[in-house]
Nanobody
Framework: QVQLVESGGGLVQAGGSLRLSCAAS?????????MAWFRQAPGKEREFVAT????????YYADSVKDRFTISRDNAKNTVYLQMNSLKPEDTAIYYC???????????????WGQGTQVTVSS
């Protein structure tokens, strides 16, 4: 069993920054998993944002967030972060943390998901 707990969401003005955290734990948690962030805006499908590996420098971003968002990790804390800069109103969504194989997280069908954290960007 894997638990993923997101935090750090909130309300921010356009152009501002937020940092999301995802703490991973559980009996079956594995560093073989890739960790990813997704988001879902009202009335829209869930969208891949970024992913990384616990054991290498691999990262991958959606084009919509590249150069604005940075995914990182703290192995000692089993925590993954999403630093979001230059936020836009269209970044407003519930942000979810996910864990699974690379193919599963990029494909959007990861096995393990957090409960989500709301990010609202005002114009």
């Amino acid at each position: 069993q894997v638990q993923l707990v997101e935090s750090g969401g909130g309300l921010v003005q356009a152009g501002g920054s937020l940092r999301l955290s995802c703490a991973a734990s559980g009996r079956t948690f594995s560093r073989r998993y890739y960790m990813a962030w997704f988001r879902q805006a009202p009335g829209k499908e869930r969208e891949f944002v970024a992913t990384l590996s616990w054991t290498s420098n691999y990262t991958y971003y959606a084009d919509s967030v590249k150069d604005r968002f940075t995914i990182s990790r703290d192995n000692a804390k089993n925590t993954v972060y999403l630093q979001m800069n230059s936020l836009k109103p269209e970044d407003t969504a519930i942000y979810y943390c996910a864990a699974d194989s690379l193919g599963a997280v990029v494909g959007g069908f990861a096995t393990h998901w957090g409960q989500g954290t709301q990010v609202t960007v005002s114009s």
